[in-house]
């Protein structure tokens, strides 16, 4: 059973560094085409795509926010981490990650496992 | 980036109806569409990929069709689980967005 679980500081201040945890199971990201996506969702709006790392190592950045963020993953842990510098109240949301399976290698594509996701606030 | 545009924002339909969801690219994104259901306080749930693919587990009454531009979600007729926000999302290049959102509400 793939699952993915997001963790992280409920509260951040402005200007600090948000540092969230995708913990995953039931998948290897080690296999080929197997990727792992940040997503958010501000309070009572639509879904915005933040970063994705890949299999192979390959990192992609949504094009607006990409000088804050850095995507990196540690193997050994199963676990995909997303950092995202100079957080202001705007970046209040909830930051979901959720899988890929690439059309590369699986003919497919689509976030097929989310999170359940965790809520930050930015706020003093 | 591609900008993608969902039509109506809110639909207001009763059990048992007929739906379709619009989803349009600002460019050819060929058949790389996603289709997800978000109810309340919960995660996305995937319902097509790839323009038309139907995800496991997801009842057949939930169909999707287009290709370059033009997308629609259908749900052939409506049951009460149906009733939550609809996204659209294309991954034609590495750069993924995701439509606005369409409300399905009970009329």
């Known amino acids: 059973q793939v699952t993915l679980r997001e963790s992280g500081p409920a509260l951040v201040k402005p200007t600090e560094t948000l540092t969230l945890t995708c913990t995953f199971s039931?998948?290897?990201?080690?296999?080929?085409?197997?990727?792992v996506s940040w997503i958010r969702q501000p309070p009572g709006k639509a879904l915005e795509w933040l970063a994705r790392?890949?299999?192979?190592?390959?990192?992609y950045y949504n094009t607006s926010l990409k000088t804050r963020l850095t995507i990196s993953k540690d193997t050994s842990k199963n676990q995909v981490v997303l950092t995202m510098t100079n957080m202001d109240p705007v970046d209040t949301a909830t930051y979901y990650c959720?899988?890929?399976?690439?059309?590369?290698?699986w003919g497919r594509g689509g976030m097929d496992v989310w999170g359940q996701g965790t809520t930050v606030t930015v706020s003093s | 980036d591609i900008q993608m545009t969902q039509s109506p924002s809110t639909l207001s339909a009763s059990v048992g109806d007929r739906v379709t969801i619009t989803c349009r690219a600002s460019?050819?994104?060929?058949?790389?569409l996603a289709w997800y259901q978000q109810k309340p306080g919960k995660a996305p749930k995937l319902l097509i990929y790839?323009?038309?693919s139907l995800e496991s587990g997801v009842p057949s009454r939930f169909s999707g069709s287009g290709s370059g531009t033009e997308f629609t979600l259908t749900i052939s007729s409506l049951q009460p689980d149906d009733f939550a926000t609809y996204y659209c999302?294309?991954?034609?290049?590495?750069?993924?967005?995701f439509g606005q959102g369409t409300k399905l509400e009970i009329k």
């Open positions: 460019q050819s994104i060929s058949i790389w």
């Open positions: 999302q294309q991954y034609n290049t590495y750069l993924y967005t």
């Open positions: 039931g998948f290897s990201l080690s296999t080929s085409g197997m990727c």
């Open positions: 959720a899988r890929i399976l690439s059309v590369s290698s």
């Open positions: 790839k323009a038309s």
């Open positions: 790392f890949d299999w192979d190592d390959d990192k």
